[in-house]
Nanobody
Framework: QVQVVESGGGLVQAGGSLRLSCAAS????????MGWYRQAPGKQRELVAE???????NYADSVKGRFTISRANARNTVFLQMDSLKPEDTAVYYC??????????WGQGTQVTISS
């Protein structure tokens, strides 16, 4: 059974930090990348950061210099270190695991709330 589980969300004040974790299990296909997306109320889901197995990373302009994505050695775990958080970072954060053949798996999401 495929599971993609996020953790680490919560409520922090503006300027604070949070670290999100995501672990994927039960995936038979080769994982080609993992990433984080977020969706704020009334808005579309958007890319926050992604990491490919080729060692490439990509960040949304709004988080560059504040967020850092990293992968564990096992390659089925991804982290998102979020610093200098702003109220506009408030959203549900989702982990996406991409596999060969274009099959993606999503987690259930973790709420991040930044108070001003």
């Amino acid at each position: 059974q495929v599971q993609v589980v996020e953790s680490g969300g919560g409520l922090v004040q503006a300027g604070g930090s949070l670290r999100l974790s995501c672990a994927a299990s039960g995936i038979i296909r080769r994982i080609t990348g993992m990433g984080w997306y977020r969706q704020a109320p009334g808005k579309q889901r958007e890319l926050v950061a992604e990491s490919t197995d080729a060692g490439l990373t990509n960040y949304a302009d709004s988080v560059k210099g504040r967020f850092t994505i990293s992968r564990a050695n096992a390659r089925n775990t991804v982290f998102l270190q979020m610093d200098s958080l702003k109220p506009e970072d408030t959203a549900v954060y989702y982990c996406k695991t991409s596999t060969i053949g274009g099959v993606d798996y999503w987690g259930q999401g973790t709420q991040v709330t930044i108070s001003s």
